[in-house]
């Protein structure tokens, strides 16, 4: 299965733009890129996902480079009850295997 | 809504018991999906169930078995407790389609081997 590599942790202010960024150099032609989050004591939740071109949805908007090696997941203003792990996932045809994720700290 | 349900919030047991986890979801997913997550480590995938009666292993599947007799119910059993299977475990559910469709999660089982 190709790997992400994502920073351990980061932080942000308040109502401030974050952009977690994401390492997937091996990533196959079929990989979508699907990006997940964990609030504390929760299981993660979906955020989004895509294959090529950019995404946006209510929650977070997904940019991917034009040779998808990486790609950034982008909270246009972040709030306290985004604090979370933030996981980024390759997956084709098999299962999702979840890494360490990054631990979005956010401060007031 | 989606729902997934764990059967319990808070599990503690001894080591040697037999332990079941339940799993139930109401969506008529096809597949289902054991975890467990440890601190720093993230989850690990311990086995899936892409439908009844089927089951593939994951990553780390030694020291567990699964049933999955029911659609709706997925079952991860520790045959013999370990002190090293103190663990946050989670289930999830995804139903059967487009590669982008995705995994529901449950709130999972804290359980504590002693």
Same mark, same amino acid.
């Given at each position: 299965?190709?790997?992400?590599?994502? !920073?351990?942790?980061?932080?942000?202010?308040? /109502? /401030? !733009?974050?952009?977690? !960024? +994401?390492?997937?150099?091996?990533?196959?032609?079929?990989?979508?890129?699907?990006?997940? #989050?964990?609030?504390?004591?929760?299981?993660?939740?979906?955020?989004?996902?895509?294959?090529?071109?950019?995404?946006?949805?209510?929650?977070?908007?997904?940019?991917?480079?034009?040779?998808?090696?990486?790609?950034?997941?982008?909270?246009? #203003?972040?709030?306290? #009850?985004?604090?979370?792990?933030?996981? +980024?996932?390759?997956?084709?045809?098999?299962?999702?295997?979840?890494?360490?994720?990054?631990?979005?700290?956010?401060?007031? | 809504?989606?729902?997934?349900?764990?059967?319990?919030?808070?599990?503690?047991?001894?080591?040697?018991?037999?332990?079941?986890?339940?799993?139930?979801?109401?969506? $008529?997913?096809?597949?289902?999906?054991?975890?467990?997550?440890?601190?720093?480590?993230?989850?690990?995938?311990?086995?899936?169930?892409?439908?009844?009666?089927?089951?593939?292993?994951? $990553?780390?599947?030694?020291?567990?078995?699964?049933?999955?007799?029911?659609?709706?119910?997925?079952?991860?059993?520790?045959?013999?407790?370990?002190?090293?299977? *103190?663990?946050?475990?989670?289930?999830?559910?995804?139903?059967?389609?487009?590669?982008?469709?995705?995994?529901?999660?449950?709130?999972? *089982?804290?359980?504590?081997?002693?």
């Amino acid at each position: 299965d190709a790997k992400t590599t994502q !920073p351990n942790s980061m932080e942000s202010n308040e /109502e /401030e !733009p974050v952009h977690l !960024p +994401c390492n997937h150099s091996t990533i196959s032609g079929t990989d979508y890129i699907h990006w997940y #989050r964990q609030l504390p004591s929760q299981g993660p939740e979906y955020v989004i996902h895509g294959l090529t071109s950019n995404v946006n949805n209510r929650m977070a908007s997904l940019a991917i480079a034009e040779d998808r090696k990486s790609s950034t997941l982008i909270l246009h #203003r972040a709030t306290l #009850r985004d604090a979370a792990v933030y996981y +980024c996932i390759l997956r084709d045809v098999g299962d999702m295997r979840f890494g360490a994720g990054t631990r979005l700290t956010v401060k007031p | 809504d989606v729902k997934v349900t764990q059967s319990s919030r808070y599990l503690v047991k001894r080591t040697g018991e037999k332990v079941f986890l339940e799993c139930v979801q109401d969506m $008529d997913h096809e597949n289902m999906f054991w975890y467990r997550q440890d601190p720093g480590l993230g989850l690990r995938l311990i086995y899936f169930s892409y439908d009844v009666k089927m089951k593939e292993k994951g $990553d780390i599947p030694e020291g567990y078995s699964v049933s999955r007799e029911k659609k709706e119910r997925f079952s991860l059993i520790l045959e013999s407790a370990s002190t090293n299977q *103190t663990s946050m475990y989670l289930c999830a559910s995804r139903p059967v389609g487009r590669v982008g469709e995705k995994l529901f999660f449950g709130s999972g *089982t804290q359980l504590s081997v002693l």
